[in-house]
């Protein structure tokens, strides 16, 4: 399939890894500095969807658009491509524009992979808000 990448175990295990990092240094960076959070978070939103595509597909978008990146998440689980389609105009507004994202812009904005912590094991658990 043009503009995927197959994954096996140490692709996917690094994508979700890559997806928690980038999302725990964006919650501890919203504050103080919101654009770097925000392009984090879209970050760790692209990561999470790499992992769902693997697992759901064997393979990730390696293109150079997140067009196909959408397109191929909408295969692997129909419905989230908004979730990234939303992060993905976030990362415009954050990284794009001369303007900085403002709290109140943040707020207004779904969270699109929300944070918890499973009770019993301790670790982070993500999914997207309904």
């Not at 064997?58 to 692997?76: C, K, P, Q």
């Amino acid at each position: 399939m043009a503009g995927t990448r197959e994954c096996n175990s140490v692709v996917t295990a690094g994508r979700l890894s890559k997806a928690v990092e980038f999302f725990d240094a964006a919650e501890h960076l919203e504050d103080e500095m919101p654009n770097a959070a925000g392009d984090l978070f879209v970050d760790a939103g692209i990561a999470a969807s790499d992992v769902i595509c693997c697992v759901r597909l064997g393979v990730h978008s390696s293109g150079g658009t997140h067009s196909e990146a959408i397109t191929l998440l909408r295969t692997a689980d129909s419905g989230s491509e908004k979730y990234l389609s939303t992060l993905l105009g976030l990362k415009n507004k954050a990284a794009y524009t001369p303007g900085s994202i403002h709290r109140r812009v943040q707020e207004d904005e779904p969270r699109c992979f929300p944070s918890s912590r499973d009770s019993q094991t301790g670790h982070r658990v993500s999914k997207p808000q309904t």
